[in-house]
């Protein structure tokens, strides 16, 4: 029975032009973070409406099965709303058990997050029965594990105007800068202001002290006539750079792009160091762009920082990327790289302080932090970008651990009790350095590979850095389309069965065969449209335990 069929005349009849049907999700603690940054990067998390905690004796979650009439369904008194409010749990409508079974227990916390995404009585959104649908249309779509229930919620809508103060000072400072326009510029009323407001994207990000804005800030009709026609001729656009600054309490403000995967100007198109040409920065110094990474260049540069999961990255947004979406991933790095229950029995006792770790893409840290934090005894890392090391030097200090640097191809230097070793180099070099400092660090357990668009190039290199003797996990990164996942799992698998095979792994009375397998595969966040992140965790393991 679809959802429409449940919502009779007489509930239709209530909903005034002030009110609407919202959707809320519910999700276990330790996920509202990651999709509460999803949400508010997509503009739908609705700040003018607290996180709660979930209790379905509170809530009133209801199976949608057995809501047939209108007195059915509970009515939440709330002295503060003008409107009734009223709220569906759509479990058994919309969720997929087997997803979410595994995510959490009964005995978990668990929060309803509010969104701003509203729905109509006959929303085909609805009648899909499809959570991933939904999901979808709220740029969860790499996040529908997380979700353990999705909720309809009966509720006033706000006016526009109100929902843009709710979501973000961003747009009461657009309001007053417009407000404050010379009789000149012939905004043409009230009313043309507010269509101004409705087409404005208000997400936000702060990195301290800068502020990113979207590329669709103000992208959308009829702005971009008035950018290039009255504001800009006239420096206005100065003025609001400022004021945003200055309310904001940031002193660096700029419009973030995509990392492009092509730089077609450059002699060398591949964007392999991943410079974040689009970038434009709009108010502050940033600095020069293509200088060279030297010492006083690194001390005059624009640097910012963030913390995730209580670690420090910093990196100089001129000059290298940062990416908050992959925080799903580090976080699950915290605690696949300690937990033994998921892996095959071995010659050393499974602690992280037994093993080393690979970044063979290590950027300023993303990865390769994690694994400093969940006790790795010594990550390994390989990265060219010059500024993404400065990046992680800085970013590493400041969580405590120390690092050594190595820049000469030919030089192995002095192995010392550094956390990171970082090597300044192409991680074609990676099997011969493993090979150099298998006698002076343990084990190589982990290996990472966080390249994209597919961090193929490297699963040879991948291969030969394990540890010869006990194998161990290599985490390969991967966009791949959403119904191709399954597809491309086993065409994975298949390419590391041929390269294990082609680097001849030890066997003999002393040293096992070894067996390739995909142990899980995590869908990390939407890339594009249609496009998962993937992460396919590939063990490469003693076929028999030692």
Same mark, same amino acid.
């Given at each position: 029975?679809?959802?429409?069929?449940?919502?009779?005349?007489?509930?239709?009849?209530?909903?005034?032009?002030?009110?609407?049907?919202?959707?809320?999700?519910?999700?276990?603690?330790?996920?509202?973070?990651?999709? @509460?940054?999803?949400?508010?990067? $997509?503009?739908?998390?609705?700040?003018?409406?607290?996180?709660?905690?979930?209790?379905?004796?509170?809530?009133?979650?209801?199976?949608?099965?057995?809501? /047939?009439?209108?007195?059915?369904?509970?009515?939440?008194?709330?002295?503060?709303?003008?409107? =009734?409010?009223?709220?569906?749990?759509?479990?058994?409508?919309?969720?997929?058990?087997?997803?979410?079974?595994?995510?959490?227990?009964?005995? !978990?916390? @668990?929060?309803?997050?509010?969104?701003?995404? !509203?729905?109509?009585?006959?929303?085909?959104?609805?009648?899909?029965?499809?959570?991933?649908?939904?999901?979808?249309?709220?740029?969860?779509?790499? $996040?529908?594990?997380?979700?353990?229930?999705?909720?309809?919620?009966?509720?006033?809508?706000?006016?526009?105007?109100?929902?843009?103060?709710?979501?973000?000072?961003?747009?009461?400072?657009?309001? /007053?800068?417009?407000?404050?326009?010379?009789?000149?510029?012939?905004? &043409?009323?009230?009313?043309?202001?507010?269509?101004?407001?409705?087409?404005?994207?208000?997400?936000?990000?702060?990195?301290?002290?800068?502020?990113?804005?979207?590329?669709?800030?103000?992208?959308?009709?009829?702005?971009?006539?008035?950018?290039?026609?009255?504001?800009?001729?006239?420096?206005?656009?100065?003025?609001?750079?400022?004021?945003?600054?200055?309310?904001?309490?940031?002193?660096?403000?700029?419009?973030?792009? =995509?990392?492009?995967?092509?730089?077609?100007?450059? *002699?060398?198109? *591949?964007?392999?160091? &991943?410079?974040?040409?689009?970038?434009?920065?709009?108010?502050?110094?940033?600095?020069?762009?293509?200088?060279?990474?030297?010492?006083?260049?690194?001390?005059?540069?624009?640097?910012?920082? *963030?913390? %995730?999961?209580?670690?420090?990255?910093?990196?100089?947004?001129?000059?290298?990327?940062?990416?908050?979406?992959?925080?799903?991933?580090?976080?699950?790095?915290?605690?696949?790289?300690?937990?033994?229950?998921?892996? $095959? %029995?071995?010659?050393?006792?499974?602690?992280?302080?037994?093993?080393?770790?690979?970044?063979?893409?290590?950027?300023?840290?993303?990865?390769?932090?994690?694994?400093? &934090?969940?006790?790795?005894? @010594?990550?390994?890392?390989? #990265?060219?970008?010059?500024?993404?090391?400065?990046?992680?030097? /800085?970013?590493?200090?400041?969580?405590?651990?120390?690092?050594?640097?190595?820049?000469?191809?030919?030089?192995? %230097?002095?192995?010392?009790?550094?956390?990171?070793?970082?090597?300044?180099?192409?991680?074609?070099?990676?099997?011969?350095?493993?090979?150099?400092?298998?006698?002076?660090?343990?084990?190589?357990?982990?290996?990472? $590979?966080?390249?994209?668009?597919?961090?193929? #190039?490297?699963?040879?290199?991948?291969?030969?850095?394990?540890?010869?003797?006990?194998?161990?996990?290599?985490?390969?990164?991967?966009?791949?389309?959403?119904?191709?996942? *399954? !597809? /491309?799992?086993?065409?994975?698998?298949?390419?590391? #069965?041929?390269?294990?095979?082609?680097?001849?792994?030890?066997?003999?009375?002393?040293?096992?065969?070894?067996?390739?397998?995909? %142990?899980?595969?995590?869908?990390? @966040?939407?890339?594009?449209?249609?496009?998962?992140?993937?992460?396919?965790?590939?063990?490469?393991?003693?076929?028999?335990?030692?």
């Amino acid at each position: 029975m679809d959802f429409a069929q449940h919502v009779d005349d007489r509930l239709v009849d209530t909903l005034d032009e002030g009110s609407g049907l919202f959707v809320s999700l519910v999700v276990v603690k330790r996920e509202v973070k990651t999709i @509460k940054q999803a949400l508010e990067a $997509c503009g739908h998390l609705d700040k003018s409406l607290k996180i709660t905690s979930y209790a379905p004796s509170i809530n009133g979650s209801l199976d949608i099965h057995s809501i /047939r009439h209108i007195s059915n369904i509970q009515r939440h008194n709330d002295t503060k709303r003008s409107a =009734p409010h009223f709220t569906w749990g759509l479990t058994d409508h919309l969720v997929d058990h087997h997803s979410s079974s595994d995510l959490c227990t009964d005995s !978990e916390q @668990k929060f309803v997050i509010p969104t701003t995404f !509203e729905v109509g009585r006959n929303d085909e959104t609805l009648t899909t029965r499809s959570q991933d649908a939904l999901l979808s249309q709220l740029g969860l779509s790499s $996040c529908h594990q997380a979700v353990v229930e999705l909720h309809l919620t009966y509720r006033r809508r706000p006016s526009a105007r109100l929902l843009a103060n709710h979501r973000s000072l961003l747009a009461q400072v657009v309001r /007053r800068w417009l407000d404050s326009m010379p009789s000149s510029v012939e905004l &043409r009323g009230r009313p043309y202001i507010e269509s101004l407001l409705e087409a404005c994207n208000w997400s936000y990000t702060i990195y301290a002290p800068m502020l990113l804005l979207p590329s669709t800030f103000l992208s959308k009709p009829p702005w971009p006539e008035l950018v290039e026609r009255r504001f800009r001729p006239n420096d206005l656009l100065r003025a609001l750079y400022e004021m945003i600054c200055e309310q904001l309490k940031v002193t660096h403000l700029a419009v973030n792009g =995509p990392i492009p995967a092509l730089l077609p100007d450059r *002699a060398w198109p *591949a964007n392999v160091l &991943r410079s974040p040409t689009e970038l434009v920065p709009l108010h502050g110094d940033f600095g020069e762009p293509n200088l060279p990474p030297t010492t006083k260049n690194f001390q005059d540069a624009f640097w910012v920082s *963030a913390v %995730q999961n209580g670690i420090t990255q910093v990196w100089a947004p001129l000059y290298t990327m940062f990416s908050r979406g992959n925080i799903r991933e580090k976080t699950r790095l915290l605690r696949l790289a300690t937990q033994p229950s998921t892996l $095959c %029995q071995t010659a050393s006792p499974f602690e992280p302080k037994n093993m080393s770790a690979v970044d063979l893409y290590a950027g300023i840290g993303y990865f390769a932090f994690s694994y400093a &934090r969940a006790g790795i005894s @010594k990550v390994i890392c390989w #990265e060219l970008n010059s500024w993404s090391i400065e990046g992680l030097r /800085r970013g590493a200090e400041k969580n405590g651990w120390g690092t050594k640097i190595v820049r000469d191809v030919d030089s192995q %230097q002095e192995i010392g009790d550094e956390r990171l070793l970082v090597f300044h180099e192409s991680n074609v070099n990676a099997a011969r350095r493993a090979r150099a400092l298998r006698e002076r660090v343990p084990p190589i357990r982990h290996v990472n $590979c966080g390249y994209l668009p597919s961090s193929s #190039e490297s699963w040879n290199a991948a291969i030969r850095v394990l540890d010869p003797a006990e194998g161990g996990w290599i985490h390969a990164h991967e966009n791949v389309a959403a119904k191709h996942i *399954a !597809e /491309r799992k086993q065409e994975v698998v298949e390419v590391f #069965e041929d390269l294990v095979d082609e680097y001849h792994l030890p066997s003999s009375s002393t040293t096992p065969s070894f067996r390739v397998e995909c %142990q899980h595969v995590e869908q990390v @966040k939407a890339y594009g449209p249609g496009i998962i992140h993937c992460v396919f965790d590939i063990a490469i393991l003693p076929s028999t335990p030692l």
